[in-house]
């Protein structure tokens, strides 16, 4: 096997959830690529030791700069806050690094805009971790929507129901807490969770040409972390917005920190002409089927238990009936990015397709604060 050699940046819950998935994967793959976790980078050197003396890294590094120039270092993976990808991503595709890199692949559109032409003129490959797009239960969705099953598509829809953030004395900025932070997140709900929902919906259901969105800021000033003082809130506690994808169908999304009862309850369902499909996060490997072709004495929701050999990525798991669980989808995302390095044929989301879902979040915010429908930039290909 060819060693790849991992320089991962920040050791929080993707830090971990990212290491994970590189000690699994050539147990459970049969790759031609193995990942060698070389080196992990924090601000803290103890934590840094900690971390790696934990999950297996060879060395640590206190800046990410120094990371990025190291030649023993194949591939940078960045798994900080949105507001530092930029810069890592584009100082690590001038070092010539392969990039993996979490979402949203950036705090905007034009930002990254840049971030796609940097690391397409360097000519590095590259991933945006959406990965609910490989819980074998939505891949399965997208087996059956590309086999036609479903027909011509109706309605799409979505949500993705928090409630961690309802106490008003809760901060915002600094660790854990950056992400009620605007200048650290950039967005609220919008970037951090219907990101996810927009990702699997253009890839289930192709593009989304125009948006009218409404959002809230509850709670309006919390304390700054790192500054001590009380500030305004700049983020969005919840946005829903109506959408009309470029194939006639329409959606609607919705995301909230404040749906009391609810930690991570992303949904989606999709109906079309004969068939529809719905799947919950809680109930990650279900996929709920209703076929309206099935003889009428019969006819009605199935859930479907996705542990098959023959359901996507479960051969290489246990046996028929035993499910998996969300951790796996890390193990897929990178088993795919490893699998598309030895094809040559690049795993997706790339940066360029994650920039698609950055334009219909900035087309959300956009119409949040116009009160119109908003018409989404078009994602140009690759010249
Ligand atoms: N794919 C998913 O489902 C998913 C889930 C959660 C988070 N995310 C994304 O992953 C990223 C990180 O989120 P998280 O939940 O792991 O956050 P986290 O707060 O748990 O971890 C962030 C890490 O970054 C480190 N860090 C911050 N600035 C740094 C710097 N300048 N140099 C080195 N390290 C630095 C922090 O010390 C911490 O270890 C975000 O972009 C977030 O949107 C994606």
């Known amino acids: 096997m060819k060693p ?10 993707m830090g971990r959830a990212h290491s994970n998935g590189y000690r699994k994967v050539n147990n459970f793959f049969d790759l031609e690529y193995e990942p060698v976790l070389k080196a992990v980078c924090a601000r803290n050197q103890e934590n840094a030791k900690a971390f790696a003396a934990k999950w297996g890294y060879e060395s640590v590094e206190t800046d990410w700069r120094k990371l ?9 993976d960045i798994c900080t806050p949105n507001n530092t990808h ?12 392969m990039i993996l890199c979490e979402k949203p692949l950036s705090m905007n559109g034009k930002e990254g805009e840049q971030m796609v ?20 239960a939505v891949t399965l969705a997208k087996q059956l929507i590309d086999e036609g099953k479903l027909g011509r598509i109706f309605h799409y829809r979505a949500k993705f129901l928090q409630d961690w953030t309802i106490n008003a004395d809760l901060p915002q900025g600094g660790a854990g807490l950056w992400r009620l932070d605007l200048k650290a997140a950039g967005s609220g709900v919008t970037g951090d969770l219907l990101a996810h929902c ?62 009391r009862g609810h930690k991570a309850l992303y949904t989606f369902e999709i109906n079309g002409e004969h068939a529809s499909i719905a799947w919950d996060l809680h109930d990650l490997h279900r996929l709920q089927y209703y076929d309206h072709r099935d003889a009428g004495i019969v006819r009605g929701w199935r859930s479907i238990h996705v542990t098959d050999g023959d359901h996507p990525y479960m051969g290489k798991w246990w046996v028929p009936g035993l499910q998996i669980g969300y951790e796996h ?24 397709d994650a920039l698609e879902t950055q334009y219909i979040c900035d087309a959300v915010l956009k119409s949040a604060k116009t009160g119109r429908w908003e018409k989404v930039t078009k994602l140009k290909s690759r010249k």
Request: a positive charge; hydrophobic letters at 45%.
């Open 4 to 13: 790849l050699r991992i320089g991962l940046i920040g050791y929080g819950f």
């Open 68 to 76: 990025v120039e190291r030649e023993d270092i194949d591939l940078i």
């Open 86 to 97: 930029a810069e890592i991503a584009m100082a690590a595709a001038k070092a010539g690094k």
């Open 117 to 136: 032409k940097a690391i397409e003129k360097a000519g590095v490959p590259n991933m945006v971790w959406y990965n609910y797009r490989r819980v074998p």
């Open 198 to 259: 927009i990702d699997t919906a253009i890839w289930l259901n192709g593009s989304i040409d125009r948006v009218s969105a409404m959002t809230e800021t509850f709670i309006k000033e919390r304390k700054h972390t790192l500054t001590g003082k009380v500030e305004k809130v700049g983020i969005d506690d919840a946005c829903a917005f109506l959408a009309r994808f470029s194939n006639g169908s329409l959606a609607t999304f919705e995301s909230t920190r404040y749906a």
């Open 329 to 352: 989808t890390f193990v897929h995302q990178v088993a795919d990015f490893l699998q598309g390095l030895a094809n040559k044929k690049p795993a997706s989301p790339t940066f360029r």
